[in-house]
T-cell receptor, first 113, second 114 residues
Framework: AQSVTQPDIHITVSEGASLELRCNYSYGATPYLFWYVQSPGQGLQLLLKYFSGDTLVQGIKGFEAEFKRSQSSFNLRKPSVHWSDAAEYFCAVGGGATNKLIFGTGTLLAVQP | DAGVTQSPTHLIKTRGQQVTLRCSPK?????VSWYQQALGQGPQFIFQYYEEEERQRGNFPDRFSGHQFPNYSSELNVNALLLGDSALYLC?????????????FGEGSWLTVV
């Protein structure tokens, strides 16, 4: 079955600290992987995506993610977190002709001053 | 260039009523998908429209139906509303078929069923 697991429901980091959000997926075919961010009461904004090629992908707002096929993981990282990064982060997997996305349950990030 | 636009932003309905939500895709996009996001959950795929036809459907009952118009805009209709239908409904648009197309989301329509 196709699924996405985000093991951490809630994470708190201090401003300026590094961040890693975990994502594991189960997908029968070659996965296309995405990270989206959602601020309170808002829609989803795409941070980055992986389709093929270099397994380390760069996104907006200083985020990056690394695809590790052997671990079925696509973890999101940022070297130094800003207070404005506080939001909910969703990992998603998709593929095939229909662009259907399967989302994880999200990780809520809080940033301490 | 307008992104994905949805209306209304918020609405309150009574159990048993019917609701229609609307979506205009990003310019140049012809494929529209709808997702339901319950509080504290990730978005769940409802269905997708391409060339005015429902192309794929998620695990949602027939009370959920949709339509796509020739200008690629779309409507989501939900009949016989239940309390459990309260959620954020997100519209997503993308270009021609192929997973390499970036999917853009609208701000969503908040539906509360009382």
């Amino acid at each position: 079955a196709q699924s996405v697991t985000q093991p951490d429901i809630h994470i708190t980091v201090s401003e300026g600290a590094s961040l890693e959000l975990r994502c594991n997926y189960s997908y029968g075919a070659t996965p296309y992987l995405f990270w989206y961010v959602q601020s309170p009461g808002q829609g989803l904004q795409l941070l980055l995506k992986y389709f093929s090629g270099d397994t380390l992908v760069q996104g907006i707002k200083g985020f990056e993610a690394e695809f590790k096929r052997s671990q079925s993981s696509f973890n999101l990282r940022k070297p130094s977190v800003h207070w404005s990064d506080a939001a909910e982060y969703f990992c998603a997997v998709g593929g095939g002709a229909t662009n259907k996305l399967i989302f994880g349950t999200g990780t809520l990030l809080a940033v301490q001053p | 260039d307008a992104g994905v636009t949805q209306s209304p932003t918020h609405l309150i309905k009574t159990r048993g009523q019917q609701v229609t939500l609307r979506c205009s895709p990003k310019s140049g996009h012809d494929t529209v998908s709808w997702y339901q996001q319950a509080l504290g959950q990730g978005p769940q795929f409802i269905f997708q429209y391409y060339e005015e036809e429902e192309r794929q459907r998620g695990n949602f009952p027939d009370r959920f139906s949709g339509h796509q118009f020739p200008n690629y805009s779309s409507e989501l209709n939900v009949n016989a509303l239940l309390l459990g239908d309260s959620a954020l409904y997100l519209c997503a648009s993308s270009g021609r078929t192929g997973a390499t197309n970036t999917i853009y989301f609208g701000e969503g329509s908040w539906l509360t069923v009382v």
